[in-house]
């Protein structure tokens, strides 16, 4: 063989060792990915030619199934509930992929999970067509529909936790969408539908009760008054100076309260009574008195800084990272750059209401094949102490306070003794305009106190229907209230 041959069959003999290299890569090692990929319409093709398994709430009324189709695929997504459902049951798209429950417990409802496995063999055995699991939710759609109706056209979000399983109740963000939009088969009206929700005020498509996080204002003293009780130093009775405006130091810029007024004679107030008024410039107090890390400690036993799946992704709430001490009296009543899930919220009253143990938010009951055989049911989890059972006890009484005789009275119910804290979250100028935004309303509670059932948080956007005269206890209070009502029957 003369030279130039010899050099050609190298190269020739490389490219193929190359070839066989990159068709091995893509076979073996990216073949996952590669099927997983959202984008990938082979995988939702082939999927939709099976029977897709139904989402259901937790008394069995569906929230999605496949129905058969004509043409060239078998089955189409549909939603019987529509927007109300529309963002923790997500959308199945051949366009657009999946989302919500859709999306995080696809392989089951497609019947391609590992958990699955001797299911799919037997199939493979007796020639049967591959069907994947039904889910049910631990969502109760009394409860659901409650929190949905209350908060209406508003924008903003509502959760309801069961205290001491973690199950979700009600998971409602609004604006809303619905799934049916974005399921049909029609590829050019699903483009056209999503383009629409894309440029829809409000963005219809983020889930904002888990994807979104707001200041929150002055449901965050709960956690401030628990990490005071924690440290052993501080009683419900203790006496906090409350003046009508709070020196900070290394600014000139005080501290004010809300109305203008000190929060007791001689400017002086317990953490009870600073609780029940919420009297800013007592908790901005107690933020430079109380050590250095004990509220973003007790933030992070509550949960703060964790990204969570429930199964839907849920974004982590933020304490600041090293504030300095003006910073730390501004974090201390919601404000600076605290940052929350409206689920998170919720989970503080949870824990509260727990005795002080949060569990893992839990939206799945259980899981279960087409022949109804159990595949698989989540046993509630602690995610952790966030503070003793004395401090839970401390803090409820304290929250009963706020609705009887206090910032929450709107949350009141007949018969029933609740526990609450209002705020009012101050946002700052977000459009670029120079204006500051209409605060954010807030409402978080716990019902009955004695025996808890149900706790909740609120939270609407810019004041919602009230503008700048809304506030947590006029404004997000009456929907907690009747999310609550909704659970405990009244």
Same mark, same amino acid.
């Given at each position: 063989?003369?030279?130039?041959?010899?050099?050609?069959?190298?190269?020739?003999?490389?490219?193929?060792?190359?070839?066989?290299? $990159?068709?091995?890569?893509?076979?073996?090692?990216?073949?996952?990915?590669?099927?997983?990929?959202?984008?990938?319409?082979?995988?939702?093709?082939?999927?939709?030619?099976?029977?897709?398994?139904?989402?259901?709430? !937790?008394?069995?009324?569906?929230?999605?199934?496949?129905?058969?189709?004509?043409?060239?695929?078998?089955?189409? /997504?549909?939603?019987?509930?529509?927007?109300?459902?529309?963002?923790?049951?997500?959308?199945?798209?051949?366009?657009?992929?999946?989302?919500?429950?859709?999306?995080?417990?696809?392989?089951?409802?497609?019947?391609?999970?590992?958990?699955?496995?001797?299911?799919?063999?037997?199939?493979?055995?007796?020639?049967?067509?591959?069907?994947?699991?039904?889910?049910?939710?631990?969502?109760?759609?009394?409860?659901?529909?409650?929190?949905?109706?209350?908060?209406?056209?508003?924008?903003?979000?509502?959760?309801?936790?069961? #205290?001491? *399983? @973690? /199950?979700?109740?009600?998971?409602?963000?609004?604006?809303?969408?619905?799934?049916?939009?974005?399921?049909?088969?029609?590829?050019?009206?699903?483009?056209?539908?999503?383009?629409?929700?894309?440029?829809?005020?409000?963005?219809?498509?983020?889930?904002?009760?888990?994807?979104?996080?707001?200041?929150?204002?002055? +449901?965050?003293?709960?956690?401030?008054?628990?990490?005071?009780?924690? *440290?052993?130093?501080?009683?419900?009775?203790?006496?906090?100076?409350? #003046?009508?405006?709070?020196?900070?130091?290394?600014?000139?810029?005080?501290?004010?309260?809300?109305?203008?007024?000190?929060?007791? !004679?001689?400017?002086?107030?317990?953490?009870?009574?600073?609780?029940?008024?919420?009297?800013?410039?007592?908790?901005?107090?107690?933020?430079?008195?109380?050590?250095?890390?004990?509220?973003?400690?007790?933030?992070?036993?509550?949960?703060?800084?964790?990204?969570?799946?429930?199964?839907?992704?849920?974004?982590? $709430?933020?304490?600041?990272?090293?504030?300095?001490?003006?910073?730390?009296?501004?974090?201390?009543?919601?404000?600076?750059?605290?940052?929350?899930?409206?689920?998170?919220?919720?989970?503080?009253?949870?824990?509260?209401?727990? @005795?002080?143990?949060?569990?893992?938010?839990?939206?799945?009951?259980?899981?279960?094949?087409?022949?109804?055989?159990? +595949?698989?049911?989540?046993?509630?989890?602690?995610?952790?102490?966030?503070?003793?059972?004395? *401090?839970?006890?401390?803090?409820?009484?304290?929250?009963?306070?706020?609705? =009887?005789?206090? =910032?929450?009275?709107?949350?009141?119910?007949?018969?029933? !003794?609740?526990?609450?804290?209002?705020? *009012?979250?101050?946002?700052?100028?977000?459009?670029?305009?120079?204006?500051?935004?209409?605060?954010?309303?807030?409402?978080?509670?716990?019902?009955?106190?004695?025996?808890?059932?149900?706790?909740?948080? +609120?939270?609407?956007?810019?004041?919602?229907?009230?503008?700048?005269?809304?506030?947590?206890? /006029?404004?997000?209070?009456? +929907?907690?209230?009747?999310?609550?009502?909704?659970?405990?029957?009244?």
């Amino acid at each position: 063989m003369n030279t130039p041959l010899r050099r050609l069959s190298v190269v020739v003999a490389v490219l193929f060792a190359l070839l066989l290299g $990159s068709a091995t890569w893509v076979q073996f090692a990216q073949a996952g990915a590669l099927r997983d990929d959202p984008r990938n319409s082979r995988t939702l093709l082939a999927e939709l030619g099976r029977d897709r398994g139904a989402i259901t709430a !937790a008394d069995g009324s569906v929230l999605a199934e496949s129905v058969e189709a004509e043409g060239p695929i078998a089955y189409r /997504r549909t939603y019987p509930e529509g927007a109300l459902y529309g963002h923790p049951v997500g959308s199945y798209s051949v366009v657009y992929g999946a989302t919500g429950v859709e999306d995080a417990l696809g392989g089951l409802l497609a019947g391609t999970s590992d958990q699955l496995f001797y299911r799919r063999l037997a199939d493979l055995v007796t020639g049967a067509q591959p069907a994947g699991a039904n889910v049910e939710l631990t969502l109760r759609p009394e409860v659901q529909q409650a929190a949905a109706d209350a908060l209406g056209d508003q924008r903003g979000a509502v959760v309801a936790l069961e #205290p001491s *399983t @973690g /199950r979700v109740l009600a998971l409602v963000s609004s604006p809303g969408y619905d799934p049916n939009l974005l399921s049909s088969l029609d590829t050019e009206a699903v483009r056209s539908s999503y383009a629409e929700l894309l440029e829809a005020p409000g963005n219809p498509l983020r889930p904002n009760a888990t994807a979104e996080t707001y200041p929150p204002g002055s +449901v965050f003293k709960l956690v401030t008054a628990a990490a005071a009780l924690e *440290t052993g130093g501080y009683t419900p009775d203790s006496v906090l100076p409350g #003046p009508a405006v709070l020196d900070l130091p290394l600014t000139d810029v005080g501290l004010p309260n809300v109305t203008g007024d000190a929060c007791g !004679a001689d400017d002086l107030v317990s953490l009870a009574d600073a609780l029940r008024i919420s009297c800013n410039t007592a908790f901005g107090a107690l933020g430079l008195e109380l050590p250095e890390d004990a509220v973003a400690d007790t933030a992070a036993d509550f949960g703060f800084g964790r990204s969570l799946e429930i199964p839907v992704d849920v974004v982590a $709430s933020s304490y600041p990272e090293d504030p300095d001490q003006p910073q730390r009296a501004l974090a201390a009543i919601g404000q600076f750059d605290v940052r929350v899930t409206p689920l998170q919220v919720a989970m503080v009253s949870a824990g509260i209401a727990n @005795g002080g143990v949060v569990m893992q938010p839990q939206l799945v009951g259980q899981v279960r094949a087409q022949d109804l055989s159990l +595949v698989d049911a989540p046993e509630p989890r602690e995610l952790g102490r966030a503070v003793s059972a004395g *401090t839970a006890a401390s803090l409820t009484e304290m929250m009963q306070l706020v609705v =009887t005789d206090g =910032t929450g009275t709107s949350a009141a119910i007949d018969g029933v !003794a609740v526990a609450g804290k209002s705020g *009012t979250a101050e946002v700052g100028d977000t459009d670029g305009d120079g204006e500051p935004e209409d605060p954010h309303a807030w409402f978080t509670a716990f019902a009955p106190a004695d025996d808890p059932q149900v706790a909740v948080a +609120v939270v609407v956007e810019n004041g919602g229907d009230a503008g700048s005269e809304a506030s947590g206890g /006029r404004t997000a209070a009456p +929907v907690a209230r009747q999310v609550m009502e909704a659970v405990v029957g009244r």
